[in-house]
């Protein structure tokens, strides 16, 4: 997925492979263990091999954070021409009986290019940890520390079922923790880039779900017509809903040369981060 987006970008922009100098991928469901799958990208993508690639896992938060590290590749004068790659198949990690998180997320991935060159300012960045919540949304198999199954499950005070070997989420937990989170991150990333809220055009934030989307609206008092939910079609692509929603957002003209657009990602992590578009 991350190499068809890739190279629908190529062809839309009339970008040249060859000019690419640095290469990531968020994701948290890669292809290998090792090698990087941005390795493997850099080769299927034609990318020259002076470039620097690598994979990165973060979730919703993700497309943030890579826009901020990319943004310092390009002032450190690494790299020029940083290809951002989000992809994500979050239904592998899903239990067939899970029916709350199979009604929300979806699988997605998308591509940006960040240049010396660009046509869109990225202004300042504010970015956010807090580890105590790794276990509101996790796989606790597979990996390292327990690469062997264990079918183990138990029932939480949710009434959901909690298995080992599936993507687990502590749904009213995530909930209040957005609910504490995002506002103050919005307060902060408008004072970090100056700003006040009167002067952002338009809000895209990541598409966890519309329930959440419309509460964190409501909480942060921005107007409807100002802010962005759009899950029918995709929803919850992880990394990539940001890049999806600011595709949709140019193409169906909700987003226009000379706005200001706040974006922001937050979830597993716990993480979150945000800054703002000069468009």
């Not at 020259?48 to 310092?72: E, H, Q, R, V, W």
């Not at 959901?160 to 307060?187: R, S």
Request: some cysteine.
């Amino acid at each position: 997925m991350a190499e068809k987006a890739a190279r629908k970008l190529f062809e839309e922009y009339g970008i040249n492979p060859k000019n690419i100098d640095f290469l990531m991928l968020c994701t948290q469901s890669p292809d290998y263990f090792l090698p990087s799958t941005a390795c493997i990208l850099q080769d299927r993508l034609g990318i020259p091999t002076s470039a620097g690639a690598f994979d990165y896992n973060l979730g919703c938060s993700g497309c943030i954070y890579g826009m901020a590290m990319a943004k310092g590749l390009i002032a450190a004068g690494i790299a020029n021409n940083v290809l951002l790659l989000t992809a994500e198949t979050y239904n592998k990690y899903l239990h067939p009986s899970d029916k709350s998180n199979r009604s929300i997320f979806g699988d997605g991935a998308a591509a940006c290019l960040i240049s010396s060159d660009g046509f869109i300012k990225i202004g300042e960045f504010v970015l956010g940890t807090d580890g105590s919540g790794t276990d509101y949304l996790i796989v606790k198999t597979g990996a390292s520390r327990q690469k062997v199954v264990t079918g183990k499950y138990v029932e939480d005070d949710e009434g959901h079922i909690w298995y080992d070997d599936y993507l687990y989420m502590n749904g009213g937990a995530i909930f209040n923790f957005t609910l504490d989170a995002v506002p103050l991150m919005m307060n902060q990333v408008l004072a970090k880039n100056g700003m006040e809220k009167e002067d952002v055009d338009y809000y895209l934030f990541h598409q966890a779900n519309k329930f959440m989307l419309n509460t964190i609206r409501k909480v942060c008092e921005l107007p409807k017509d100002k802010f962005y939910v759009n899950l029918a079609e995709t929803g919850n692509t992880v990394s990539s809903t940001i890049l999806i929603g600011l595709k949709d957002c140019i193409d169906n003209h909700l987003i226009k040369y000379g706005d200001k657009v706040m974006i922001t990602g937050f979830g597993v992590g716990l993480s979150w981060g945000g800054t703002v578009l000069y468009f």
